[in-house]
Nanobody, 124 residues
Framework: QVHLVESGGGLVQAGGSLRLSCAASGRTFSSYVMGWFRQAPGKERESVAAINWSSGNTYYADSVKGRFTISRDNAKNTVYLQMNSLKPEDTAVYYC?????????????????WGLGTQVTVSS
């Protein structure tokens, strides 16, 4: 049973930084892709970033390129999302997701496992 737990969300001023963590358990994740998604009120859940756990290859949505960095810590079975230069439009619930395989897919229905999410609010 895969279990994903996000943490690190909060309230930050525009221009600030946050680091989200996703603690993963229940599997050996070396053959998984881990993704971060976000959902703002009234909007669809969208892909933010993804990482192939084994190769370290990454994907970023255009809206966060150059500001967000996804990484993983093998020893801790944890995936991180470092978010810098935050903007009010980054405000959303951020979700960690996992799927077996190697492709850095970006549609939410392509991911099998989800955490409960963590709220990120960026004030202007």
């Amino acid at each position: 049973q895969v279990h994903l737990v996000e943490s690190g969300g909060g309230l930050v001023q525009a221009g600030g930084s946050l680091r989200l963590s996703c603690a993963a358990s229940g599997r050996t994740f070396s053959s998984y892709v881990m993704g971060w998604f976000r959902q703002a009120p009234g909007k669809e859940r969208e892909s933010v970033a993804a990482i192939n756990w084994s190769s370290g290859n990454t994907y970023y949505a255009d809206s966060v390129k150059g500001r967000f960095t996804i990484s993983r810590d093998n020893a801790k079975n944890t995936v991180y999302l470092q978010m810098n230069s935050l903007k009010p439009e980054d405000t959303a619930v951020y979700y960690c997701a996992a799927r077996p395989g190697r492709a850095l897919l970006t549609r939410k229905n392509e991911y099998d496992y989800w955490g409960l999410g963590t709220q990120v609010t960026v004030s202007s």
